[in-house]
């Protein structure tokens, strides 16, 4: 990734390119961080960054200052906040229409299908980041214990998904128990992965620094699936700084009395 001003003091942007030809024209604008330059703390800016990535197109990402870019936003998209998309000069701002639009658009055999096999995958989590946010905004003291309970309920139940073998799993070895899948639905990355691992990455890190609670590591569907993440390409290129994520949430995390 080779950093370049090509916005004006309102934004950077990073090109990330392939050997391919006559591709699209691809532009991704997310909010930047503290420093007015790299990757802020936003899981939608990475969903959209991780499959771009990951499908190995070439396109230039962005990052907009939000304190300095009103008139830069007005211009390319008007009452629109990142992350957004331009492809090929058409402006698209609604996340998970992105994400239909680029699966529909960036096709095989050019480039890899990120559709789940198995229906469940498209759910699997999709209830984590609601019961974190409860839990982080509660200010009473009385309603810590259930509300922490509620977020590792959700935590379990995805756990047990991740270590269920899934049915295509179970067609190659009818006699597997445990399943040691990298991601949600195999060992191939999917759109489903690309919105919750940034999404499990502020949450251990934001629990963990204001709330004092980390996802437990007896939960080791989790943590194989975390640490994965960890090892993919597209997860870390994309990922904002830890501290960023802290200093994003200091406005967002209710102190408690």
Same mark, same amino acid.
């Given at each position: 990734m080779t950093a370049a001003d090509t916005r004006g003091p309102a934004t950077a942007s990073a090109t990330l390119s392939s050997t391919m030809v006559d591709e699209p024209k691809i532009e991704l604008f997310v909010k930047s961080?503290?420093?007015?330059?790299?990757?802020?703390?936003?899981?939608?800016?990475?969903?959209?960054?991780?499959?771009?990535?990951f499908k190995g197109c070439t396109f230039t990402l962005n990052t907009v200052d939000m304190k300095r870019a009103p008139d830069v936003l007005k211009v390319l998209a008007p009452g629109t906040q990142p992350p957004f998309l331009i492809y090929n000069n058409e402006v698209k701002t609604d996340v998970n229409k992105i994400e239909e639009f680029l699966e529909e658009n960036l096709t095989p055999p050019r480039y890899p299908?990120?559709?789940?096999?198995?229906k469940e995958s498209n759910t699997a989590?999709?209830?984590?980041?609601?019961?974190?946010?409860?839990?982080?905004?509660?200010?009473?003291?009385?309603?810590?214990?259930?509300?922490? =309970?509620? +977020?590792?309920?959700?935590? %379990?139940? $995805?756990?047990?998904?991740?270590?269920? *073998?899934?049915? /295509?799993?179970?067609?190659?070895?009818?006699?597997?128990?445990?399943?040691?899948r =990298?991601? +949600?639905?195999?060992?191939? %990355?999917? $759109?489903?992965?690309?919105?919750?691992? *940034?999404k499990l /990455?502020?949450?251990n890190i934001v629990c963990k620094h204001y709330r004092n609670f980390e996802i437990p590591s007896d939960?080791?569907?989790?943590?194989?699936?975390?640490?994965?993440?960890?090892?993919?390409?597209?997860?870390?290129?994309?990922?904002?700084?830890?501290?960023?994520?802290?200093?994003?949430?200091?406005?967002?995390?209710?102190?408690?009395?």
């Amino acid at each position: 990734m080779t950093a370049a001003d090509t916005r004006g003091p309102a934004t950077a942007s990073a090109t990330l390119s392939s050997t391919m030809v006559d591709e699209p024209k691809i532009e991704l604008f997310v909010k930047s961080s503290e420093d007015g330059e790299s990757i802020g703390a936003n899981p939608f800016s990475q969903r959209l960054a991780m499959i771009l990535m990951f499908k190995g197109c070439t396109f230039t990402l962005n990052t907009v200052d939000m304190k300095r870019a009103p008139d830069v936003l007005k211009v390319l998209a008007p009452g629109t906040q990142p992350p957004f998309l331009i492809y090929n000069n058409e402006v698209k701002t609604d996340v998970n229409k992105i994400e239909e639009f680029l699966e529909e658009n960036l096709t095989p055999p050019r480039y890899p299908s990120m559709v789940p096999k198995c229906k469940e995958s498209n759910t699997a989590g999709n209830d984590v980041f609601q019961k974190f946010s409860g839990y982080i905004k509660n200010q009473s003291p009385a309603q810590e214990d259930n509300l922490q =309970k509620n +977020l590792l309920r959700s935590l %379990l139940k $995805l756990d047990l998904f991740l270590k269920n *073998p899934l049915p /295509h799993e179970l067609s190659c070895d009818p006699k597997m128990t445990v399943s040691k899948r =990298k991601y +949600l639905d195999g060992d191939n %990355l999917t $759109l489903p992965d690309c919105n919750l691992m *940034p999404k499990l /990455h502020i949450i251990n890190i934001v629990c963990k620094h204001y709330r004092n609670f980390e996802i437990p590591s007896d939960l080791q569907g989790i943590c194989r699936y975390r640490q994965n993440a960890e090892e993919l390409k597209a997860f870390k290129y994309t990922c904002p700084n830890p501290q960023e994520i802290i200093l994003f949430y200091r406005d967002v995390v209710k102190r408690m009395p």
